[in-house]
């Protein structure tokens, strides 16, 4: 089993919609996570930093950490066409390496 | 600001041969990650380096890759003997401080024939 699952999709969604984005994972060590957006043959763009439970808003982007049941999630409203790409997403414990593990990411396409 | 760049952008390169991968961090940020990510697969952790030094390498595949860091800058990234599964996306990330968020550069597209 691996320590962060995704599910690699493709996420298919009409314009306007809102997308519910979604990772589990199994280290309840896991304090810090991240977003990012990768569009093709480009590098990961950063889009929320979290630390612990809550929730975080920025924009039309949601992040939402619930780690009693460690799962994540990653809200886009009023989705656009410019938001189709790969959504990945990163964690990290808060003692020990500074190493963040990613999941392998979820195929986002929003259709005009 | 500058961000992240990485080079080459592409590389092409025959079995065997070795290759050297550059990557020049955010100015003033002291921590700096590499990381390989293959078609369909996530990133996979290679390295991580605070400062000039490497606490992590434990993610390098095999005694043939190795990197180092200078001046708290410019990190490279060697393969030696290069193979065809070492054919992938190779990504640098820098961050303030360990353990911050991370920005990544473009990557570097290794093909090895």
């Known amino acids: 089993q691996k320590e962060v699952e995704q599910d690699p999709g493709p996420l298919s969604v009409p314009e306007g919609a809102i997308v519910s984005l979604n990772c589990t994972y199994s280290?309840?060590?896991?304090?810090?996570f991240m977003w990012y957006r990768q569009y093709s043959r480009k590098g990961p763009e950063l889009l929320m930093y979290?630390?612990?439970?809550g929730n975080k808003e920025d924009g039309r982007f949601t992040a939402q950490v619930d780690k009693s049941s460690k799962y994540i999630s990653l809200f886009i409203r009023d989705s656009q066409p410019s938001d189709s790409a790969t959504y990945l997403c990163?964690?990290?414990?808060?003692?020990?390496?500074?190493?963040?593990?990613f999941g392998t990411g979820t195929r986002l396409k929003v259709l005009a | 600001g500058a961000g992240v760049s990485q080079s080459p952008s592409n590389k092409v390169t025959e079995k065997g041969k070795d290759v050297e991968l550059r990557c020049d961090p955010i100015?003033?940020?002291?921590?700096l990650y590499w990381y390989r990510q293959s078609l369909g697969q996530g990133l996979e952790f290679l390295i991580y380096?605070?400062?000039?030094?490497?606490?992590?390498k434990s993610g390098l595949p095999s005694d043939r890759f190795s990197a180092e860091r200078t001046g708290e800058s410019v990190s490279t990234l060697t393969i030696q003997r290069t193979q065809q599964e070492d054919s992938a996306v190779y990504l640098c990330?820098?961050?303030?401080?360990?353990?911050?968020?991370?920005?990544f550069g473009p990557g570097t597209r290794l093909t090895v024939t």
């Open positions: 990330a820098s961050s303030l401080g360990t353990g911050n968020e991370q920005y």
């Open positions: 280290n309840s060590a896991f304090q810090y």
């Open positions: 979290t630390y612990s439970s």
């Open positions: 990163a964690m990290r414990s808060s003692s020990g390496t500074y190493k963040y593990i």
């Open positions: 100015s003033g940020h002291t921590a």
């Open positions: 380096f605070q400062g000039n030094s490497a606490p992590d």
